[in-house]
């Protein structure tokens, strides 16, 4: 039988294994996808413990982790003509991605160019397109200057090229020991922390037109006052405090569209997903303690056989 990473029901990293499942079998509108690369999020631990994100369906259990992957359709299910037995695809799984099989939506699939590996292709139906998606929500202007808080991780890297590529101004936040690999992106570095607002505005002289937070709780608190405009506050990590504050969670899209957009700035060059370790299937605990760690840098990705 294929194997899959599940928790089989609500806890700590002690509810979690590696276990034998049934290959699923592709619904209408849907595609499976044999896995070759599954990208690890926070929200995967997070479902563990038993956050449901917004609109997401109620968790059944034992439920597979994660919720983007890349991978070679199998077969497609009734009414899919857009995908075919053989196609390398990415995109957001309904059966979970820490798997050798899985089921895809066929909206929510898009074809993976050759040029952009299956290990890049797994890290972009989450964290590349919430960057994408935050940047549209904040429609800035050439020069206008953005801070990111959480700069350093998954969908942080992505939003700081994004924005650059746009002509944006990047200050970002991270922990001191990726202050390097920040710079080394383009992004002003400011460290986080007791009296970060007058670091920001002591990096910014001009002002600051937005922040995309990525972090949440006090960290966004803190940052918050440098803004005069509260509707350009955003946060994919804290929709308690954002809304105290008077700004908005990213409103995330969720189509092939930006699937394909993402995709096409990893073959422009523009957008490097930086997947600064991989791990095998019987592995994945290790890689998602990495990110449940709360310190990840870049993307973290699981590689399944193929
Ligand atoms: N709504 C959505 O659709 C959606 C989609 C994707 C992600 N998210 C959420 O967005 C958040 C970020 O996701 P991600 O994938 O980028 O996570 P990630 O890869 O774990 O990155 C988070 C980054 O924040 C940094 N960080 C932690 N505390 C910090 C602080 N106080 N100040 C500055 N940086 C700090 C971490 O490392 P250092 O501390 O070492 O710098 C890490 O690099 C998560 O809460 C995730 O659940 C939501």
Redesign the pocket.
């Known amino acids: 039988m294929p194997k899959a990473y599940v928790f089989d029901r609500h806890g700590g990293p002690e509810v979690e294994a590696l276990a034998d499942v049934e290959r699923p079998v592709p619904g209408p509108g849907q595609v499976l996808v044999a896995v070759r690369a599954a990208g690890v ?3 995967d631990w ?1 479902r563990r413990v038993g956050y449901a ?1 917004v609109g997401a369906p109620p968790i059944e259990l034992p439920a597979v982790f994660g919720s983007e992957v890349s991978g070679v359709v199998e077969e497609v299910g009734e009414g899919v003509t857009w995908f075919n037995p053989g196609d390398a695809v990415f995109g957001n799984p309904t059966t979970g991605g820490y798997a050798e099989y899985t089921l895809l939506p066929a909206e929510l699939t898009a074809h993976k160019p050759a040029e952009v590996s299956f290990a890049d292709a797994a890290t972009l139906p ?2 590349a397109a ?1 960057a994408w998606d935050g940047i549209r929500q904040l429609e800035l202007p050439p020069g206008a200057t953005l801070l990111i ?2 700069v ?5 890297v992505a939003a700081a090229q994004i924005a650059l590529h746009e002509g944006l101004k990047v200050i970002g ?3 001191v ?2 202050k390097d690999f920040v710079e080394g992106l383009g992004v002003t570095y400011v460290e ?2 007791t009296g970060v607002a007058d670091r920001v505005r002591a990096a910014a002289p001009g002002g600051v037109d937005a922040v995309y937070d ?3 709780g006090a ?1 966004l608190e803190e940052v918050a006052e440098v803004l005069e405009d509260p509707g350009k506050l955003i946060t ?2 804290d929709r308690q405090t954002v809304a105290k504050l008077g700004g908005s ?2 409103r ?1 899209a969720r189509d092939r569209a930006v699937l394909d957009a993402v995709a096409r700035l990893v073959v422009e060059g523009v957008l490097r997903p930086y997947v600064t370790e991989t791990f095998p299937l019987d592995r994945a605990g290790e890689a998602l303690r990495k ?1 449940e760690d ?4 870049g993307k973290i990705v699981i590689e399944v056989s193929g």
């Open positions: 999020n926070p929200v997070k994100p989450v964290a919430t808080t959480g350093g991780g998954g969908v942080g936040t991270a922990s020991g990726k986080p922390g990525l972090v949440g960290a994919a990590a969670p990213v995330r990110v709360g310190h990840a840098r």
